[in-house]
Structures are given as structure tokens and as C-alpha cells.
């Protein structure tokens, strides 16, 4: 994990607001994660928790406010320095699970992290050479985490993560998550269910 | 590059892959071109005058109807999220995506073009006339047919919209395309000239298609 | 043995040839096909996957 | 040994395999046989030495057709009956049709040239070939499609089926056009006036033929059964991996990244 700090870092935002097909989602938002640490996003269905990450994400542009990652790579963006383990798993069923992963290793490129041995943490080492389309919806989820342990980015953005997941899976997934953080790792993540690390809390959307 | 090579693989993989759609577009293409002698008739030497136009029309409904899905499945499955916020620029994965397309689902089609020609009675030079107009001219296809293939994610519609988006945009292409092998076959305008403006249209789409393309995903993105 | 096949022996030749090819391909796609199949079928019980029947799925006899 | 029996995929494997070599022995020497009598045979008076042609483009075309009317039959035990191994030889008679089919219009080709002056002429009888053989096509594209076998089967079947009773309809209008644009096809096969010394090497080339396509079929559907074990086997596997994926880690590593170097 030494590769991935470069000092310390701070992912922060300040005076967010989104909106989504002409509705404001939420506003005046602040959030702030330093090195090592962990944000859980809660709020009611919704409230903004997707769109918060779509936006550090850069894939939603914030109507006002900025996000800023300091003490990060300089020549490259807030984007090009995350992880975004969404709904979908990105992942191609004609494709098998060993194909699927080294694709977005090329792809993604940066630092890089062996391949097999990222399958063999997250429980996937005996399928390398099986469609991904005969995985589970939770197998699918595991070779996604895959894809956050082999390509290295500071700051991963979780929608959901423990989603499909059996309990030894969330156990395993808590696991690489404190992992993550102690080599200096940042974690974004909107979920309903605990996270199984610890973790600050921000609430969006009011009261659930 | 190591980034644009591996898209390039991934797509040519999957589309000849079992549920990949790369032999469809000639099969598509085979289908239309037979199906032309029975709305003109057997004549063999009236079948020879349209050969071009027939292998031209063929061949643009063919490449323009494999696109629509080319950033849909991509974009259903949240990979196109991922190509987004990647280090590699936008535009060029735009780019790398429509090579690998043209190579799995164009080329067939030039391959199967002697075939063709057979059957609508061109002779030699006619058909290498039409192959290598197609060669020069499928690539500015596949490059304008990717921002409507973009527009359709955004649009969150696909199939028949995109067609009657693009076609009109492939109207020049065509113009050009047909000149350049009826040019050969019955004079008499010279070969070079509507052959070099085919080229000159596959250059510029070149360079627009990706940068609307990856304007139009960046702008659809939600 | 000679055959006089005309003036247009070179079309004779050509299809016997073109069935003879064709032919031999759709053969030699059997075989391999076969071939793979049975490999892969080993390498799978090899890690321990083996059908509720208990039996080998190469098993022919 | 009724159909019954046959369902059991087992059970069919290990007839294939006693059947097969015998099949393969008859198709060669009755090959054999038709290619000796083929070469032997007299030229035509019109056609002159083409005719030999004809002895490998009618096995094929008439194949073109027998393959499809297999297929419709295990399109009906797919559909009707409910045969677990229709599907099976209805997939995989279909390439085998599809080159058969092709030949028929090579050999037709290459045998309209010295009679026509071109490769092709649309002729209301190649014109059905044609047709025939992009439906072949099309089906294969309907197989290749979808990644589920069980599920293809239905579709495939449906449109083999419809593909059958269109067949004719197919023939008719073609036929039709055909007179509609010019005076009747070029080549006159005498039909059943026939002379014998053509004809008995005919019949035997397309007895071979026919024993040709069996013995490829058999084959090609052995293949089939065994691709879908392994499928299954690879669903299990991953089924399998949920429940180990905990304690899997330490035991299976050198042996995963044994493979991964193979990839």
C-alpha cells in the first residue's frame, strides 16, 4: 500500500448543490475526508446519496459549490484519482472473469496490483477462467471489488457496496476496506446498512 | 496506447464472442443486396448498371443499423461511467471504440463484397472499384454514425431514431462512394477525383466523430 | 486412368475441389470440436467438479 | 432401440460412439463407389464433360433441402414433444445444412458458368437456393444470439418451423418472378428420362452424401451434448465457489495463478 500516499491527503467539498431534472436535490452541502478515513453517506431514498458521489465522481456537475482533493497527484483530476463502484457492475458476461479484470487494468492503468492475487482476496481465484455471465449477482459484486484492489486510487466512492453481499462477503469486503485506509486511503460511501468499519456520518435530506 | 488497445480487444472480443453482433451486419448486408433483383427484376445487365448503388446501400444501412448499440451496452452495464472518469481522454476512447467496430463489423463487409458483386453480375474492376470505395468510405460511416450512436444514449433511445439521425448525414458519403465506382464502371468522370473528396469525407469524420461523440456522452451523463 | 473433361475442366475440377475442401473442413471442425470438449470436461473434473451422477462426463461406454 | 431410449444423453453418447466408425466405413466406400462410377460416366451430348458436375451439385442441394426437413422434425420434437435431445440435433444440424447449402450454389456456380457465360444468373432454382441458404444463416445467427441453449431452442425451433412452411411459398413466388422476367431456366435436366448411366451414380453419390451428413450429424451433436456438460459443470463450479470462497483462498492459489499464466 506504500505507492498509494503521497503525504496527506483531504477530499472536500464545500456549498454543494445538485440538481436533477430541474429539482434540487439538496443544497449547502459540506462534507470533508482526510487521509485514512471514511465518510458514510445516509439519507432516505432519494435524498442525493448516488448524486453526491456521481458529482466527486465528476460525472454530475454541481449547479454551485466545488469539490477539491488536496495533497493528490497534481497533474491529474479528482475523477482520474477514484474508484466509482456503482449499481452496475461494468462488467461484460461474454466476457470471462480474468478478461473482465484485466481490461479495466489496462484501461484504468496507474499503479497496478496483481491481478490474481486480487481475485484470491476477494474469493474469485477458482473462476479466472469463467464467463462472468455464470456469476451470482454477489459473485459479480466480488469481482468488482476486485477491480478497486488491482488498480490503485486513493479515493473510493461506494454505492451501496455490501449490496448483494453474503455476511463472510461483507466480512471480507470490511477487511480491504480498513486495508485501504491504513495505507492512507480515503472512502466515500452511501449505504443503508452499517458499513463495518469506522466511520463519520453524513446525513443528507433532513431526518430519514 | 496500452489503454486504447485494450478497448479495442475487449469490443472486437466481445462482438465475436457467442451473443456478439459483428457477422449479423453481413449477414444484414447479403440479405439486402438479394433481395434488390427481386424488386428491379433478373435483368442481369440492368442488375450490373445498379451494382454500385445496390452494394453502397447495402453496405451503409448495414454499418449504420450494428451501431446503435455501440455506447448503449456500455452504458447500461455502468462501463461507460468508468471510460468516462478514466485517464484515458474521452475523445479518444470514442475513437478506439469505433475502430474496434469498424474492424469487427466493417471490414466483413468489404470481405464479403466480391461475393456480392458476383451476384449483381459486376465484373472484376467493378467490384475492386466497389470494395475499395467501401474500404475508403465505410470508416467515415462507422465515425458519423457514432454521434448518433452517442446521441441514443443521451436520448435513452435507440434503433430507428438514430437511423433517421444519421442518415442524412451519410447522404455525402454515399454521393461519393457511388460516383467513384460508377466512375469506373461507366465513365465518364475520372475515378480520382470523387475517390479522393470519399477520402477527404473519411478524414474530417475522423476527426468530428469522436469530439461530438464524447460531447454528447459527457452531456448525457446523469 | 485419363478422363478427357472437355474444354472446361478446370469448373470440373474446381467444385470436386471446392466439396472436397468444404467437406473437409466441416470434418476437421467436428473433430476439434470433440477434442476441445473432452479437454476442457477433463480439466473441470480434474479441479473436482463432477456431475450429480458421480460418473466421468467423458465417459462414453 | 426406441426414441425413448435415446433421451437419456448418456445413453445416446455411448450408441454414437458404437454407431460412428461403422457410419464413417459405409460413407467412404460408398463414396468411393460414386466417385468411381461418376468418373466412369458418359459425357453429355449438349453438356459435354459439365455433366460430372452434376454428380456433387444434386447430393448437395438435395441435402440443402433433407437438412432443413431434419430440422423441422426436431424443431417438433423440441416443440411438440418435448425430446431433450431435439434441440440438440436441431443446432446441430444447422451449420452442417449451411454448408451443404453453400456448396449447392458453388457447384451450381461453377457449373452455370460454361453453360450460361456467368457465375450466377438468378434462376428461379439457384434464386431458391440462395434464399435457403441465408435463412440457414440466419438461423445459425439465431443460435449464435443467445448465450442460453434451452433458450435459443425455442426460438430457433419456431423459426425453423415457419421457415418450412414458407419454403414452398418461397419456391412458388420465386418461380413466378422468375417467368414474369424471362423464358424458363437455362439448364433442361431431362428429369425422370434420366439415362441410366447417370442416373445410378447419382443415387449412389446421394446415398453417400446422405450417410455423409448422418455421420457429421451424429458427430456434431455428440460435441453439442458434451459443450453443454461443460457448461453445466462451469454453472456448478461457479454455484460452488460461493459457499468455498472463505477458506478457498490459501489451497487453490498456485494452481489459480498457474492458470492465470496460461491466459
Known amino acids: 500500500m506504500s505507492g498509494l500516499n503521497q503525504g496527506d491527503m483531504r477530499l472536500s467539498g464545500h456549498g454543494l448543490r445538485c440538481v436533477r431534472g430541474g429539482r434540487e436535490v439538496f443544497a449547502g452541502l459540506d462534507f470533508a475526508a482526510g487521509s485514512g478515513e471514511a465518510v458514510a453517506v445516509v439519507g432516505r431514498n432519494g435524498s442525493g446519496k448516488t448524486s453526491l458521489l456521481r458529482l466527486i465522481a465528476g460525472l454530475l456537475v454541481p449547479a454551485a459549490g466545488t469539490i477539491a482533493l488536496e495533497g493528490g497527484h497534481s497533474e491529474l483530476t479528482l475523477a482520474e484519482q477514484c474508484h466509482y463502484l456503482g449499481h452496475r457492475d461494468a462488467l461484460k458476461p461474454a466476457l470471462s472473469v480474468a478478461e473482465n479484470l484485466t481490461f479495466w487494468a489496462d484501461f484504468l492503468g496507474g499503479e497496478l496490483f496483481d491481478a490474481v492475487e486480487s481475485l484470491a482476496k476477494v474469493g474469485l481465484d477458482h473462476a479466472i477462467h469463467l464467463p462472468a455471465g455464470f456469476l451470482s449477482a454477489g459473485q459479480r459484486r466480488r469481482l468488482s471489488l476486485a477491480r478497486l484492489l488491482t488498480v490503485r486510487r486513493p479515493v473510493w466512492l461506494l454505492d451501496e457496496p455490501t449490496n448483494a453481499l453474503d455476511v463472510a462477503g461483507q466480512d471480507m469486503f470490511a477487511g480491504l476496506m480498513r486495508e485501504h485506509l491504513a495505507g492512507g486511503g480515503m472512502i466515500v460511501a452511501a449505504t443503508h446498512a452499517p458499513l463495518g468499519i469506522e466511520s463519520r456520518e453524513l446525513r443528507i435530506g433532513g431526518v430519514a | 496506447m496500452t489503454a486504447l488497445a485494450a478497448l479495442i480487444r475487449r469490443d472486437i472480443r466481445i462482438a465475436l464472442r457467442v451473443g456478439g453482433g459483428a457477422l449479423i451486419g453481413v449477414l444484414f448486408f447479403l440479405t439486402v443486396v438479394v433481395l434488390m433483383p427481386f424488386a428491379v427484376g433478373p435483368d442481369l445487365a440492368l442488375l450490373s448498371r445498379l451494382g454500385p448503388a445496390i452494394l453502397w446501400l447495402g453496405a451503409l444501412l448495414a454499418s449504420l443499423l450494428t451501431l446503435d448499440r455501440l455506447f448503449m451496452a456500455d452504458h447500461e452495464d455502468g462501463s461507460l461511467d468508468l471510460i468516462t472518469m478514466s485517464r484515458t481522454p474521452l475523445e479518444l476512447a470514442c475513437a478506439a471504440k469505433a475502430l474496434a467496430h469498424w474492424l469487427a463489423a466493417g471490414l466483413p463487409l468489404i470481405v464479403a463484397t466480391p461475393v456480392l458483386g458476383l451476384l449483381l453480375n459486376l465484373d472484376m474492376i467493378a467490384t475492386a472499384a466497389v470494395a475499395l470505395t467501401l474500404l475508403a468510405g465505410t470508416p467515415a460511416l462507422t465515425f458519423t454514425g457514432m454521434i448518433g450512436a452517442a446521441l441514443a444514449v443521451t436520448l435513452h433511445r435507440g434503433g430507428l431514431l438514430m437511423a433517421v439521425l444519421v442518415l442524412p448525414l451519410s447522404i455525402p458519403v454515399l454521393i461519393f462512394g457511388v460516383a467513384a465506382s460508377q466512375a469506373v464502371i461507366v465513365g465518364p468522370m475520372t475515378f480520382g477525383a470523387p475517390f479522393s473528396i470519399l477520402c477527404a469525407l473519411s478524414l474530417v469524420s475522423l476527426v468530428i466523430g469522436p469530439f461530438a461523440a464524447a460531447a454528447s456522452l459527457r452531456h448525457g451523463l446523469d | ?61 | 432401440m426406441t426414441l425413448i431410449d435415446l433421451a437419456n444423453p448418456t445413453r445416446f453418447l455411448a450408441l454414437t460412439a458404437r454407431v460412428l466408425p461403422w457410419l464413417a466405413a459405409a460413407t467412404i466406400i460408398l463414396l468411393t463407389i460414386g466417385l468411381y462410377q461418376a468418373a466412369l460416366a458418359p459425357d453429355d451430348y449438349q453438356q459435354g464433360a459439365t455433366v460430372k458436375i452434376m454428380f456433387i451439385h444434386v447430393p448437395n442441394a438435395w441435402l440443402s433441402m433433407f437438412v432443413w426437413g431434419v430440422m423441422s422434425i426436431a424443431s417438433l420434437g423440441t416443440l411438440v414433444w418435448r425430446h431433450p435431445l431435439a434441440d440438440v440435433a436441431a443446432k446441430a444440424a444447422a451449420p452442417i445444412g449451411a454448408a451443404f447449402t453453400f456448396l449447392a450454389l458453388l457447384t451450381g456456380s461453377l457449373w452455370g458458368r460454361p453453360m450460361w457465360g456467368t457465375y450466377w444468373e438468378w434462376d428461379a432454382r439457384l434464386t431458391s437456393v440462395l434464399i435457403l441458404f441465408l435463412m440457414y444463416l440466419g438461423l445459425m445467427a439465431l443460435w449464435r444470439a443467445v448465450d442460453d441453449p434451452s433458450r435459443a431452442a425455442r426460438a430457433a425451433a419456431v423459426l425453423t418451423l415457419v421457415g418450412a412452411i414458407n419454403l414452398p411459398i418461397i419456391k412458388f413466388s420465386v418461380d413466378w418472378w422468375n417467368t414474369l422476367h424471362q423464358p424458363a431456366s437455362v439448364i433442361r435436366m431431362g428429369g425422370s428420362a434420366l439415362d441410366k448411366s447417370f442416373l445410378i451414380p447419382l443415387l449412389v453419390m446421394a446415398v453417400a452424401f446422405t450417410l455423409l451428413f448422418v455421420t457429421l450429424h451424429l458427430a456434431a451433436m455428440r460435441n453439442e451434448i458434451l459443450r453443454r456438460r461443460v457448461r453445466s459443470l462451469q454453472m456448478m463450479q461457479a454455484s460452488r465457489m460461493a459457499f468455498s470462497s472463505d477458506m478457498a483462498a490459501g489451497s487453490r492459489e498456485d494452481n489459480a495463478s498457474k492458470e492465470a499464466g496460461a491466459a
Open chain 3, 1 to 61: 486412368m485419363t478422363m478427357s473433361l472437355g474444354p472446361y475442366a478446370s469448373f470440373i475440377v474446381a467444385s470436386y475441389a471446392a466439396v472436397a475442401l468444404v467437406i473437409a473442413i466441416l470434418i476437421g471442425w467436428v473433430m476439434l470440436d470433440y477434442r476441445s470438449q473432452t479437454q476442457r470436461l477433463r480439466e473441470l473434473e480434474q479441479r473436482g467438479i463432477t456431475r450429480r451422477s458421480g460418473r466421468s462426463a467423458t465417459e462414453l461406454r
